[in-house]
């Protein structure tokens, strides 16, 4: 199978967000000033702007400033506490994040084309473990988006079993550069497993241990309050649960529920027009569509797209003839309300009265499971 934190990363680090364009910088307190960030980035013209915004917040510009001609410049205001924040230069998608305190007092040197690639930060032992795990993510998940591009250019068995080996390698890699900075004893704990480590295919037992600690140490921390309600969803959709209702609008502006498919087995996939590797899975699941639908097999598809001309263009590029649904995002999304989900594509199977039966089936391991499900 082929899960992937690809969306995640995505939406946590690597694309620009809608918030970015539409909020004015919130002025900081004039009074006190207890961070500095200064900067120095390379492909950056005097007068680029660099944004400073707190992720946990719906991505709130905190402060902004301008380069200087050699690139260079400095954020410098009050921050309540220490957590996470997200460094953006304007009018490039990639981003980076900043582990950034009062007193915190960081440097940056960065591609302003490439900062998450090549953001390196220094001034804190957090500032440093963070910026290290970024740059090796970008570095994995670069040659992950290499991996699925091959995956779908051949059809070669042989081929095929030799990219799954590769990107479990790859992934596990992935896991590993989180689990070193999820060890610390930081503040930036709860953010990592909370971002990286939770979800479907995690490491339960570790996450359930952490989230225990954080809660003692960090009650407060939105990463810890998210990692709670990871636990209750994970036991509400765990295998053999009733699969967590789902009611929600077709391109033709009806409610179709997940229901209404009981009766057949059901692939719930969590999936958008902009994650490569749900592309990619939409040509495979449209085959096995083809040979299983007559058998009793049917998927309901749920896009997580903000806009609905993308959902649909993809549709039709990708000749999907299945159900299709669309959960914008939000916190209270069908995706994030109940299912928490944190990385596409997510799959549920379901069997015929509608429990979970599986989950993350993809590729081979999907097409293994329904030829035993519907020979």
Known sequence: MY??????????????????AQRKPAAAPKATTNYEVRGRLTHAPAGTRVLLAHISHEQVVIDSATTDAAGRFQLRGSVPGP??????????????NLALAPSSR?????????????GEV????????????????????AHIEELAQQRGQNADTAVQRRIQRDWDGTMAAFGASSLRVARHSSYLA??????????????????DSATARYARQWPASPYTQRLLKYQTIRRATAIGQPAPAVLLTNPQGQLVSLSSLRGKYVLLDFWASWCGPCR?????????????QPKGFEVYG??????????????EQDGVTWTQVIDPPGEQSVAASRYDIIAYPTTFLLDREGRIIAKNLSGEALEKKLAELLP
């Open 106 to 118: 960081l440097q940056v040197r960065a591609d302003a084309t490439q900062l998450w690639r090549t």
């Open 280 to 292: 990619q899975e939409n040509a495979h699941l449209a085959q096995l569509y083809r040979r299983y």
């Open 122 to 141: 220094t001034g804190s032992a957090e500032a440093v473990a963070l910026s290290a795990m970024n740059r090796e993510h970008a570095r994995l998940m």
């Open 302 to 315: 749920v896009s997580v797209d903000s806009k609905k001309a993308d959902w649909t263009k993809a549709i």
């Open 190 to 207: 709860p953010y990592v497993v909370a971002t990286f480590l939770s979800g479907v295919g995690s490491d339960v037992a570790f996450v």
């Open 3 to 20: 899960p992937t934190k690809l969306a995640l990363l995505a939406l946590a680090t690597a694309v620009t967000l809608p918030g970015w």
């Open 83 to 96: 957590d996470v924040y997200m460094l953006r230069v304007r009018g490039q998608q990639r981003t980076t």
